[in-house]
T-cell receptor
């Protein structure tokens, strides 16, 4: 059974703290993604990675960074947490999208981060 | 045009109804299209891929119109368990990531 695991379901952090969100997948997938999901805004892509040590900015990378030192692990870092980063964060992984059929993305259960 | 736009919800239908969701996308070079389903407080999961020729999976039918850059999902004989948010998903311009629509919420009542 495929699995994407996020380290925490719920997290409360203070403004200005450095926050690490961890994600691990056991499917040997090359692609990994971080999204945030907010009411009325849907899922928005923050960063993604298509290989170890490779990263690409998504639509809303400001205030975030990522790290992918190993294929199975993709970390999202909030350098200095702010209240507008309170959100649901979802990690996903997939094989590379190829041709007309693409491949399925598998999501972790999400981390609900509250910055106070 | 936004990258992926969906019908605004919510859709409230009785059991047994047929309901259709529409989605438009801006990237004419996109090759891959999907519908995902997200239950309340759960992560999104793949419902079905959308193929150029259209495809069906039980009560669900997906259609793609490349000329109009339009994707649809038809659900026949709605069940209570179909209540969820349905997300239209399109490959990004570089072909490296998936872009999600904001989702359409379906509520099926008895």
């Amino acid at each position: 059974d495929v699995k994407v695991t996020q380290s925490s379901r719920y997290l409360v952090k203070r403004t200005g703290e450095k926050v690490f969100l961890e994600c691990v997948q056991d499917m040997d997938h090359e692609n990994m993604f971080w999204y945030r999901q907010d009411p009325g805004l849907g899922l928005r892509l923050i960063y993604f990675s298509y290989d170890v040590k490779m990263k690409e900015k998504g639509d809303i990378p400001e205030g975030y960074s990522v790290s992918r030192e190993k294929k199975e692990r993709f970390s999202l870092i909030l350098e200095s947490a702010s209240t507008n980063q309170t959100s649901m964060y979802l990690c996903a992984s997939s094989m590379p999208v190829q041709g007309a059929y693409g491949t399925e993305a598998f999501f972790g259960q999400g981390t609900r981060l509250t910055v106070v | 045009r936004k990258e992926v736009e969906q019908d605004p919800g919510p859709f409230n239908v009785p059991e047994g109804a047929t309901v259709a969701f529409n989605c438009t996308y801006s990237n004419s070079a996109s090759q891959s299209f999907f519908w995902y389903r997200q239950d309340c407080r759960k992560e999104p999961k793949l419902l079905m891929s959308v193929y150029s020729s259209g495809n069906e999976d039980g009560r669900f039918t997906a259609q793609l119109n490349r000329a109009s850059q339009y994707i649809s999902l038809l659900i026949r004989d709605s069940k209570l368990s179909d209540s969820a948010t349905y997300l239209c998903v399109v490959e990004n311009q570089a072909g490296t990531a998936l872009i999600f629509g904001k989702g359409t919420t379906l509520s099926v009542s008895s």
